[in-house]
């Protein structure tokens, strides 16, 4: 019995890292000079060609290597093997490395919900406000 291992889906890789980056695809169409739906496109496709993943991966900030290597996997196990040390040992493992720290980009989402709260939470004191003022009127 023949097994054939699945191709790499490149596109997938390519949206996981430009969302962990905080980039979105507008953004990313606009460096690369393309639309969104060609963006779109490329993030569904399994395959892209090299001179496009070389543009996307400047862009991202990474390496190709680092795209075709990628996996949600090495992400967690960075995370389940972190120690003090760590931060000295180079790249994270031999075949996924990371040009990217997710620590950082987690402490990012947690600044912008913490902005996004306080927006909302500035709102509905203002909605409270006015209707305390109607309420009297």
Do not use: W
């Not at 090299?50 to 862009?59: G, P, W, Y």
């Not at 795209?67 to 031999?94: C, L, M, R, W």
């Not at 990217?100 to 306080?118: A, G, R, S």
């Amino acid at each position: 019995m023949e097994t054939t291992m699945k191709p790499a889906h490149i596109g997938r890789k390519i949206s996981r890292i430009r969302e962990l980056r905080g980039i979105k695809q507008e953004t990313l169409a606009q460096e690369l000079g393309v639309s969104q739906q060609t963006v779109s496109r490329i993030e569904t496709s399994e395959s892209v060609e090299e001179d496009i993943l070389a543009k996307v991966a400047k862009i991202l900030g990474v390496t190709t290597d680092t795209i075709k290597n990628f996996s949600d996997e090495a992400v967690f196990n960075y995370f389940n093997n972190f120690s003090d040390n760590s931060i000295n040992q180079g790249p994270i493992g031999a075949h996924n490395t990371c040009n990217f720290n997710p620590l950082d980009k987690l402490m990012e989402v947690l600044e912008e919900n913490k902005k996004l709260y306080e927006r909302l939470l500035e709102s509905e004191r203002a909605q409270n406000e006015l209707l305390k003022k109607m309420i009297k009127e």
